[in-house]
């Protein structure tokens, strides 16, 4: 074979990897927030693509310009329906911090511009962040990885099914909201308590400026049932994200 023909069919080989991986590290958590630079996911990205082409190359690569344009953009539809999935998970826990916030009258604590949407609360930066610690201590961003292999066999090289890709999309989003809900829970019921209690003491003393103690009385048990709960609410996300990444699919 000619070289210079070996050679370019390498190059198309990576590129096409890089388009997967590529967009796939785009979004995906851990990988893909927005204190990690761009540049340097897109660095990581090409490096991982030069190793990985080897193990994921299947069949010819297209020649043509229009057979490789098609290719692209479905490798790139593929690593970017992967990387918004895994995101959308970690938006579950985003919705639980706002949640968990209205509740504890930490509402208006903003935290600074860290998480993936602006106006972002600290509760909701706090839980996001330590989703994205645990998924580094627990080497979940091994399986990343290894789940981006393992894509090319649930999805083979310019093969996409957008049918099939919408609806895992709804599922995601059903399993983050599922997530958010399960985490908040406690302090849904918390905050029914404290309120009746709060309300019956109002009732029973009405001297007393229940406004003003409700505030910290709020707060205080907030961050109390935070303290115990945060444990449980990490497990349930990286259980639901890594049986996730096991499959790629819901």
Not at 77 to 99: E, K, P, S
Not at 224 to 237: K, M, N, Q, Y
Request: hydrophobic share 60%.
């Amino acid at each position: 074979m000619d070289l210079g023909a070996l050679l370019t069919a390498q190059v198309i080989a990576v590129a096409l990897v890089f388009g997967r991986i590529g967009a796939a590290m785009m979004f995906l958590p851990a990988f893909g927030e927005q204190f990690v630079f761009v540049r340097h996911r897109l660095v990581f990205s090409l490096i991982l693509s030069i190793i990985l082409t080897p193990l994921v190359a299947q069949g010819p690569v297209p020649v043509e310009f229009a057979d490789l344009l098609r290719a692209m953009v479905v490798e790139v539809t593929l690593g970017a329906w992967i990387g918004l999935a895994g995101r959308v998970l970690l938006t579950g826990m985003q919705m639980a911090g706002a949640q968990i916030g209205m509740v504890a009258g930490l509402s208006n604590a903003f935290a600074p511009d860290i998480g993936s949407f602006q106006g972002s609360t600290l509760i909701a930066t706090t839980l996001m962040l330590g989703a994205i610690a645990v998924i580094f201590a627990t080497d979940l961003h091994h399986v990343m990885i290894e789940a981006l292999v393992d894509s090319y066999n649930i999805f083979p090289p310019g093969q996409v099914m957008p049918g099939d890709l919408a609806a895992q999309m709804a599922k995601a989003a059903s399993t983050s909201f599922y997530i958010g809900l399960s985490v908040a829970a406690p302090f849904y019921v918390m905050g029914v308590i404290l309120n009746v209690g709060l309300g019956l003491t109002n009732r029973m003393l009405p001297s007393l400026p229940v406004f003003f103690v409700a505030a910290p009385v709020l707060i205080f048990t907030g961050l109390f049932v935070l303290i115990f709960a945060a444990p449980s609410a990490l497990r349930t996300f990286v259980t639901r994200f890594a049986d996730w990444l096991g499959l790629l699919t819901f």
